[in-house]
Nanobody, 126 residues
Framework: QVQLVESGGGLVQAGGSLRLSCAAS????????MGWFRQVPGKEREFVAA????????DYAGSVKGRFTISRDNAKNTVYLQMNSLKPEDTAVYYC???????????????????WGQGTQVTVSS
């Protein structure tokens, strides 16, 4: 069983920054690809960023590329999402996700992931 706990959300003005953290426990985190997704009420959950098990490969949704950075510290079983130059349209509940199996590469669909955190609210005011 894997548990994921997000933290770091909050209220920030447009142009500001936030750093989300996702602490994982339970099993071989260091061999597991991870991702961040976000969801606005009434809309489907959307992909934000992905990172491979080593941290050497990352990718982003076009809407956040150049502003967000995903990283991981396998020694601390933690994945991060650094969010800069935030915009009101970034307002959402942000979820981290872990693939259910040890794997290589990057994963982009929410059904590719087997474990999810409870979510953390990010609100960007204009």
């Amino acid at each position: 069983q894997v548990q994921l706990v997000e933290s770091g959300g909050g209220l920030v003005q447009a142009g500001g920054s936030l750093r989300l953290s996702c602490a994982a426990s339970g099993r071989a985190f260091s061999r597991t690809p991870m991702g961040w997704f976000r969801q606005v009420p009434g809309k489907e959950r959307e992909f934000v960023a992905a990172i491979d098990w080593s941290g050497g490969d990352t990718d982003y949704a076009g809407s956040v590329k150049g502003r967000f950075t995903i990283s991981r510290d396998n020694a601390k079983n933690t994945v991060y999402l650094q969010m800069n130059s935030l915009k009101p349209e970034d307002t959402a509940v942000y979820y981290c996700a872990a693939k259910a199996t040890i794997a290589s590469g990057l994963w982009y669909r929410d059904r590719d992931y087997g474990y999810w955190g409870q979510g953390t609210q990010v609100t960007v005011s204009s």
